[in-house]
């Protein structure tokens, strides 16, 4: 029998982690009339808006198929609209194009947006207690490495898959 002490296994440790904010977050914007996706997905407009459904999906870690289902939702209740055609370019590649479809806020969108960022910047406060600057900032560049390094193994497993 190996020894392995699944409480200081790493995948589990950032799992464990990311449910007990998720839940206590949701719990702090259900008020709002919005899910935890809802959340993510304005909180990534509010950064850039008018992105494209893949890359929304991309930023907000949410699948395409259930993007759409959450995009459709947010619609119905005023919170976002979707644009037909590239927003960005000259006029001849705006119109190159008119299946590209851009996700933008609303106005309603970013008020909610806008009183819901100091509530997660406490999320974070709190969860970065007792961290120094410095160690909060290597901390998230740890993640950013990690996720990018599990990545290269998705990748790896789609080449497999296609080789196979």
Do not use: C
């Not at 806008?114 to 997660?120: D, E």
């Amino acid at each position: 029998m190996t020894d392995f002490d699944l409480t200081r296994y790493l995948p589990y440790l950032i799992n464990r982690t990311g449910i007990r904010i998720a839940a206590s977050f949701t719990e702090g914007i259900r008020a709002h009339g919005i899910t935890l996706q809802m959340w993510r997905v304005l909180a990534a407009l509010d950064h850039a808006d008018g992105q494209r459904i893949s890359d929304l999906a991309a930023l907000t870690s949410i699948d395409v198929s259930t993007l759409s289902r959450i995009l459709d939702q947010m619609q119905d209740k005023g919170l976002i609209e979707r644009r037909r055609g590239n927003a960005r370019g000259s006029a001849r590649e705006r119109g190159a194009d008119a299946r590209v479809v851009t996700v933008h806020a609303t106005k309603s969108g970013h008020a909610i947006t806008g009183k819901l960022i100091p509530r997660a910047r406490h999320y974070e406060a709190v969860a970065l207690k007792g961290f120094s600057p410095a160690e909060a900032e290597a901390l998230k560049a740890m993640l950013i490495r990690v996720f990018e390094n599990i990545a290269t193994l998705e990748e790896e497993a789609r080449g497999a898959d296609e080789a196979a």
